[in-house]
C-alpha cells in the first residue's frame, strides 16, 4: 500500500505574474502543492492560514521588499525554509539575507534543473519528501539523465541504443511515468551500467 504524506506546500511571492506562474507549474509537476502571491503585504496573513514548508521570495517588489518579507516571516517561524530570489544579485543583500536564515539565495534567469536540484536538496535537509514512489521516480529520472549527458547521447540515440521510444525515455528522464523492470534493464545496458545504478543513492 502506498504511504500517504501530508503534502509539501510552496509559498511563491514575486509581483512579476508570469515568473509566478512558471515557478507553480514546474514545481506542481514535481508533486508539491504551490500558492503564489504577487502582493509582498499579505505573506504574513497567508503563513498564518496555512502551514507551508517552503516560501520563495523576490528580493526586488513594489510596496515591500523580499528582505523586509523576511524579517517578518522570520518573526512567525524562525525554522521555515526561505529562498530569496533576485535579477540584482549583490553581496549586501546576499549577506544581509543569510544573517536571516535564508536557505539559498538564487539569481534570475535561473537553470531550470538546478532550481529543481535546489529545491529537492531543501526539503531532503529539512527531512521533507514526496511519497517514497514519486521521489524514486525522480531519482531514478535524474540519474538516468545524468548518465545520458555525461555520455554526450541524445535521446534520439538512446532510442536506438534500447529500443525504447524518444517519447517513453523522456517522460522517465522527468519522472511523468514509471519504468517497468524490462524498460529500466535496457536503458541500464544502453548506458553500459548495472541496473541498480539507477537507482542513485535511493
Known amino acids: 500500500m502506498e ?4 503534502p509539501l506546500r510552496i509559498l511563491i511571492v514575486d509581483d512579476d505574474r508570469a515568473i509566478c506562474d512558471y515557478m507553480q ?10 500558492k503564489t502571491l504577487s502582493d509582498p503585504t499579505h505573506v504574513a496573513e497567508e503563513l498564518k492560514l496555512l502551514q507551508y514548508h ?7 517588489m513594489p510596496k515591500r521588499d523580499g528582505l523586509e518579507v523576511l524579517r517578518d516571516v522570520r518573526k512567525h517561524d524562525k525554522d521555515l525554509a526561505v529562498v530569496i530570489f533576485t535579477g540584482y544579485p549583490n553581496l549586501d543583500t546576499a549577506v544581509a539575507a543569510m544573517k536571516l536564515d535564508a536557505v539559498d539565495y538564487i539569481k534570475k534567469p535561473f537553470n531550470v534543473d538546478e532550481f529543481r536540484d535546489v529545491i529537492s536538496r531543501i526539503m ?10 514519486a521521489e524514486l521516480h525522480k531519482t531514478i529520472g535524474e540519474t538516468v539523465r545524468r548518465f545520458r549527458k555525461e555520455m554526450n547521447l541524445t535521446l534520439k540515440q538512446m532510442a536506438r541504443r534500447t529500443g525504447l521510444s524518444v517519447s517513453l525515455l523522456s517522460q522517465i528522464e522527468r519522472a ?20 541498480r545504478e539507477l537507482f542513485g543513492a535511493f
Open 3 to 6: 504511504i500517504e504524506l501530508p
Open 25 to 34: 507549474t514546474l514545481l506542481e509537476r514535481d508533486g508539491y502543492q504551490v
Open 54 to 60: 517552503l516560501v520563495i521570495l523576490d528580493l526586488m
Open 124 to 133: 531532503r535537509k529539512k527531512g521533507l519528501s514526496l511519497t517514497p514512489e
Open 176 to 195: 511523468e511515468t514509471s519504468a517497468s523492470i524490462s524498460s529500466l534493464y535496457k536503458i541500464s545496458a544502453g548506458l553500459q551500467v548495472k541496473m
